[in-house]
């Protein structure tokens, strides 16, 4: 990737995974769907059984070729976030509620200011994280030992 298309990713994500989402260009304009993967690295989304196009896959050990319906990416530009009050693409933003948690809320033309919920997908772990220690992990004994005491002296630079 050259210096100009990494100028123009996007930095702050306002399209989440399991979002809810309606496709504003396009072949399957007007429709809806959720989104099933994001490609952060090209500005892109893939969304449920949407932009589907043809694929053909040569046969090989193990499994049968033929001709097979796959989801294409869109532009992350080609989708708005479906506002759960009224059900019609809306722009997103952020806000703070009272308690200090930060929400993202609908807003533009066709907007109700409502709160969009954080997908539940998102809530789960692709890859569930390690339970025992691995062969390069710090021991808890040599975390928990204290080698640094400024008043006493220990651990300081002989200046």
Sequence with gaps: MGWKAAEKLIRHWKILRG???MIIRGKDKGESGLIKRVIRSQNRVIVEGKNLVKKH???GEGHTGGIFSIEAPLHVSNVQVVDP???KPCKTGYKYLEDG???????????SGA??????ILKERKKARP??????????????EKT????AGIGMPDL
Aim: proline share 9%; glycine share 6%.
């Design 19 to 21: 979002d809810n989402v």
């Design 57 to 59: 896959i040569k046969q």
């Design 85 to 87: 009050v009224t059900g």
């Design 101 to 111: 948690t930060k929400v993202r809320v609908s807003r533009g033309m066709y907007a």
């Design 115 to 120: 709160v969009i919920p954080r997908p539940e």
């Design 131 to 144: 339970t025992s220690d691995g062969p390069k992990d710090t021991p808890i004994e040599h975390v928990l």
């Design 148 to 151: 640094y005491d400024a008043k």
